[in-house]
């Protein structure tokens, strides 16, 4: 049996079971997925402050973990530590930003993110530029309204998720990401309603750390 740790960077527990529970569900048979939280941070990253202040408490995590599993995905959209998890870790480590990002661009793809949080923008824009897709990224595009408000429904947040989507395509996206851990739920809700691929960051992520270990 192949063991992959899913590390979720914001303290709130519910969510990573409901992410650790979508990774299961997508992981092939001999893979089995086991949630982590973090001690310390924020419960929700909103910002890119809240992304540096997760890198930490991922490190931390990471520091006195003994799991020993075979790969590790870090399950928030900015991919918070995964760039000193890699250097110090000897097993694959991805991000579901990464991932998601990566699933979208195949075959040249272009392709847009839809988010809650107006706060990760940039943020966003930076991964798809490190990761190598700056030419294929159209665009953020943010549901309207409060972030809070809206994910506090699922059928709230599915539908102001679809307006965001429906944006990207307006901008020219040939694939969407769903931006962020927490909206994994939202994600597979939505998959059947839009005509172009979309993208769930957590199975994606799945499905890349299954090919690299």
């Known amino acids: 049996m192949r063991r992959i740790t899913l590390i979720n960077p914001n303290t709130n527990s519910e969510t990573t079971r409901l992410m650790a529970d979508i990774a299961q569900a997508a992981a092939p048979s001999g893979f089995s997925v086991t ?9 929700l990253i909103v910002d890119e402050t809240g992304l540096e202040t997760a890198a930490g408490a991922v490190a ?6 003994e799991d020993n599993a075979d790969g590790y995905i870090i399950s928030a959209f900015g991919d918070p530590g995964l760039a000193a998890a890699r250097r110090n870790l000897q097993v694959p480590v ?10 979208a ?51 709230r947040l599915a539908d102001a998720l679809e307006g965001a989507i429906q944006r990207c395509l307006d901008d020219g996206a040939e694939a969407v990401v ?18 172009i691929p979309l993208i769930e960051p957590v199975p994606a992520a799945v499905r890349a750390m299954v090919r690299a270990v």
């Open 35 to 43: 949630g982590a939280t973090v001690a310390e941070g924020p419960s």
């Open 94 to 103: 991805t991000g579901i930003a990464e991932a998601g990002m990566t699933e």
């Open 60 to 65: 931390a995590l990471l520091e006195t973990i």
């Open 178 to 195: 769903i931006g962020g851990g927490p909206l994994a739920q939202a994600a597979k809700a939505l998959a059947p309603r839009v005509p």
């Open 105 to 155: 661009a195949a075959g040249g793809r272009r392709f847009g993110v839809a988010t809650t949080l107006p706060g990760l923008e940039s943020a966003i824009r930076h991964r798809a530029e490190e990761y190598g897709f700056a030419a294929q990224f159209v665009s953020t595009r943010l549901t309207e309204g409060d972030a809070s408000y809206n994910m506090a429904d699922p059928a």
